[in-house]
C-alpha cells in the first residue's frame, strides 16, 4: 500500500502561483498513476489532473488546462502540481491519489 502526504498549500493572491507536492511511501510508486483532486468548500472533489508511471500520459481538468502542470521524480517519489494564474475559484483543499490512497490533503485559497 502507498501512503501519500501533500503540502505546499498556502494563501496566494490571484494570479500568482504555487507547487504543491505530493510525497509517497510505499513500494513500487514508479509503477502508479498519480492523480490530483481538490474539493471547495461545500462542493464534491472533483478531479484536477492525472500522471501516469512514466509521466507521458498527463490530462487535466478543463477548468485548470493551460494554468495547471504536472510532473513526477519517481527517484524521490515524488508528484507535483504547478499551479499559476491561480483564480479564487481554485480555493480548495487539493488531494493526491494513488492506488485508491488517498494523502491528507493541503489547503489553497486564493483572494481576490
Known amino acids: 500500500q502507498v501512503q501519500l502526504v501533500e503540502s505546499g498549500g498556502r494563501l496566494v493572491q490571484a494570479g500568482g502561483s504555487l507547487r504543491l507536492s505530493c510525497a509517497a511511501s510505499?513500494?513500487?510508486?514508479?509503477?502508479?498513476?498519480v492523480r490530483w483532486f481538490r474539493q471547495a468548500p461545500g462542493k464534491e472533489r472533483a478531479f484536477v489532473a492525472s500522471i501516469n508511471w512514466n509521466g507521458i500520459m498527463i490530462y487535466y481538468a478543463d477548468s485548470v488546462k493551460g494554468r495547471f502542470t504536472v510532473s513526477r521524480d519517481n527517484a524521490k517519489s515524488m508528484v507535483y502540481l504547478q499551479m499559476s494564474n491561480l483564480k479564487p475559484e481554485d480555493t480548495a483543499v487539493y488531494y493526491c491519489e494513488a492506488e485508491g490512497s488517498w494523502g491528507q490533503g493541503t489547503q489553497v485559497t486564493v483572494s481576490s
Open positions: 510505499g513500494r513500487s510508486f514508479s509503477t502508479y498513476r
